[in-house]
């Protein structure tokens, strides 16, 4: 008995010394006073925020809200601009030659048993986890079922490229609209389930004459994806939208977006982009998942559909991205090319996982953080989506609440960080989080169908808003 209490207690010091143990970030702090690195070396680093971001005056990478709810700023320099920027800084990597970096959301990353993607954890602010791979292992990072976002390859872009100019307002911007009004009483919950049952593999569906049955959306799962791909884009081109199919390669992934463009009537030239991504979690084996975010395909679907027997002022956009799961690829694709053809995507409406709800009713609106000159932008986006929920009588089955943190992980992200605004609709995440969320569970008749539809009903209307009914 003694023995094996002694073998228990070298096991346990074995597993303490080598095992995941969390690291702080907060030990590792550095200044000027005793870096490791060389004036002209790039460090990873750390920066406090006050006031405006703008006026930090050096390339910031991120900007997030930690778990005590303080912003902070990620920025790659030297020591020599960090020192002359004046704020205090920690250097959380010394060296940031051909290394990327990724975002984690820590709540199913707490590395309580020792997990392959451990020791690449350079950061713990109490929400996220920054991980650090060198060139080469980034998939190890981006197969580890993280939900997660890669640090961009250039700053985010400060100055904003678009906004919808809507002026100031005082949340009454929204009056209502018999026209959408009959668009947000046509979106019922049968439809939305046979869509959602569809897209997760409960019932078979017919692409191209052929009868297939979508048992996973995993980014790997070749032929599932694929059709699960052309479903989607054969439904928006049933609907008269211009679909296009473009492809995307990072590192050792590869994948295909579709966008369907319906033409406004005045102003053709300013964008609303309806998105939501067509991936999924597990990458092995029955990956259905309906909540992440069958929810979010399935109402880009029916919003598609119920928009387009009428004329809009500016142009509209209905996207499934792909490549999510891998750290927003599709979407970080799409934007950088839209900017550099300088594309005026006024508003970016991003749905991912809007159909779990046990108790609250809430509907998370995230925006940016008020100190980022795109939260302006943002918050014309959400103020719409909270006057319409009042203005076409939702308020009983949905509570919006509009959480100005930044957080990036999901594909409104990807354009921020290009400079355009947009908004994350979710369920309640903060307080109500899908326990079936990356498992073979996240089925169909898991969802609360009623707040569901409801959510898609506040999301047709806001959409249709933003666009402007025409004539
Ligand atoms: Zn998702």
């Not at 009483?185 to 017919?206: C, F, H, K, N, W």
């Amino acid at each position: 008995m003694k023995k094996i209490l002694v073998l228990i207690s070298i096991l346990i010091i074995f597993l303490l010394v080598t095992g995941c143990t969390q690291p702080t970030g907060q030990t590792s702090q550095s200044t000027s006073a005793n870096t490791v690195s060389s004036p002209v070396q790039q460090v990873l680093a750390k920066v406090e925020v006050y006031g405006n971001i703008a006026d930090i005056g050096l390339p910031i990478y991120a900007h997030l809200m930690d778990g005590r709810k303080q912003e902070y700023v990620l920025a790659k320099t030297t020591t020599a601009e960090l020192d002359k920027s004046g704020r205090k800084y920690i250097i959380i990597d010394p060296d940031t030659r051909d290394i990327s970096y990724a975002i984690a959301l820590k709540h199913n990353a707490d590395c309580k048993v020792p997990v392959n993607y451990c020791s690449a954890i350079i950061l713990d602010d109490g929400k996220h986890l920054i991980l650090r791979a060198p060139a080469g292992q980034k998939k190890l990072i981006a197969s580890a079922d993280l939900d997660f976002n890669w640090l961009p390859d250039t700053p985010l872009r400060l100055i904003p490229r678009s906004s919808l100019k809507l002026g100031s307002r005082t949340g009454s911007g929204v009056t209502y609209d018999t026209h959408i009004g009959g668009m947000v009483s046509a979106v019922r919950q049968d439809t939305l389930s046979s869509l959602v049952g569809e897209l997760s593999g409960e019932q078979p569906i017919m692409v191209d004459g052929e009868k297939v049955t979508i048992t996973s959306r995993a980014t790997e799962s070749g032929e599932t994806i694929k059709k699960a791909t052309q479903y989607f884009g054969n439904y928006l081109a049933a609907r008269n939208l211009t679909v296009e199919y473009p492809q995307w390669t990072s590192d050792d992934y590869s994948g295909t977006n579709v966008i369907g463009t319906k033409t406004g009537k005045t102003k053709p030239l300013e964008v609303v982009l309806v998105t939501a991504h067509i991936d999924t979690e597990p990458s092995a084996g029955r990956s259905p998942g309906a909540d992440d975010d069958a929810s979010g395909v399935a109402a880009v679907m029916l919003i598609a559909d119920l928009t387009s027997r009428q004329d809009f002022d500016r142009t509209i956009r209905f996207a499934a991205f792909s490549g999510e799961e891998q750290g927003l690829l599709g979407s970080d694709a799409y934007a950088r090319q839209a900017a550099k053809n300088d594309e005026l995507i006024v508003a970016v409406y991003n749905m991912d996982m809007i159909s779990w709800n046990q108790n609250s009713n809430v509907a998370e609106i995230h925006t940016r953080i008020p100190s980022n000159p795109g939260y302006e932008g943002d918050m014309e986006i959400a103020n719409v989506f909270t006057d319409v929920v009042s203005k076409y009588d939702l308020s009983g089955d949905i509570n919006p609440v509009i959480l100005s943190d930044g957080e990036e992980l999901s594909d409104q992200a990807s354009f921020w960080e290009q400079g355009y605004p947009g908004i994350w609709a979710l369920e309640d995440g903060n307080n109500d989080f899908n326990p079936y969320y990356h498992s073979q569970d996240d089925l169909h008749e898991k969802m609360n169908m009623k707040y569901y539809t409801a959510y898609v009903k506040a999301s047709t209307a806001t959409v249709a808003h933003l666009a402007g009914i025409s004539g």
